[in-house]
């Protein structure tokens, strides 16, 4: 299989690229071994400890989608990558320094969803789930969340509780890892608030020594399927733009357009 020309793109300060895999349409065995190609040794000994076809194929399209679209950005082979841990498990780019490339990223995964975002010199988290998939006890809210976001899910119609958990769950994700500290920061020590249908404010406890006006917040539901949230840390006071690119990697990607639901931006509200 030839891989398809893809052409280059800057990675901007001003901007912040989503990119979307939906893996199980990626069936072609051809191009899984081109995928493994790419993968350093390390990473294809991983693929097959995965028990369950479904992880098998996730962790593949994962790998191979980080290595070639960061090489959209910069001129480095999809297979010289090379990426460490922080010290909470955020993977992050080691071929150079955080301050020479600039490049930042971040990766969320759910049943049948690849999402990687990509932006410059910004902090950023990103997180999916499949709400078709998920089903959670709302007790997970009561142990969890802070106590007004408890307060307002009460609230709600009964059959619009499990969406409003996932709303409030991903804005969350999204922030401690947007932070890079994953569950190590208590998720009842920050709210997220919706003052009308399409807008999100963060509250956050002094005692996470964080300042809520450092982020930005959206959230799309790239198909009725699935739902999802991007935190990206504000560096000017220029709002960055989004875009949302399905992919295929190594044959095609193409920009969608789903709507924002909800956005702490005002001039998108």
């Known amino acids: 299989m030839t891989p398809a020309r893809q052409d280059n793109l800057v990675a901007s300060e001003h901007h ?65 990558w090379q990426f460490s841990n922080n010290h909470y498990g955020r993977p992050e780019i080691a071929n150079f320094g955080r301050d020479e490339c600039g490049l930042c990223f971040n990766i969320s995964h759910t049943r049948g969803l690849i999402a990687l975002g990509v932006t410059q010199r910004r902090e950023l988290g990103v997180d999916v789930e499949n709400l078709r998939t998920r089903e959670v006890s709302l007790e997970i809210a009561d142990r969890f969340f802070a106590k007004a976001e408890v307060d307002e899910l009460a609230t709600v119609p009964k059959e619009r509780q499990q969406d409003r958990f996932f709303e409030y769950w991903t804005f969350k994700e999204s922030y401690i890892k947007a932070r890079g500290m994953g569950l190590s ?21 002094p005692q996470l020594g964080d300042d809520a006006n450092r982020w930005s917040f959206w959230q799309y539901r790239p198909t009725d399927e ?26 095609s990607d193409e920009i969608v357009a789903p709507q924002v639901l909800k956005t702490s931006e005002p001039a998108a509200t």
């Open 16 to 80: 912040i690229d989503v990119w979307l895999a939906y893996y199980h349409d990626i069936a072609d065995p051809r191009l899984h071994q081109e995928y493994r190609a790419l993968l350093t040794e390390e990473e294809r000994g991983k693929e097959f400890r995965f028990y369950f076809p479904d992880d098998q194929r996730r962790y593949l399209v994962t790998r191979a989608l980080v290595r070639t679209v960061l090489s959209r950005y910069l001129r480095v082979p999809p297979m010289a």
């Open 185 to 205: 920061i208590p998720l009842g020590q920050f709210s997220f608030h919706y003052p009308h249908e399409r807008a999100v404010n963060l509250a956050v406890d």
């Open 226 to 251: 699935y739902l999802m949230a991007v935190c990206a840390e504000r560096r000017t006071e220029r709002t960055p733009s989004l875009t949302l690119r399905k992919v295929v990697p190594l044959v």
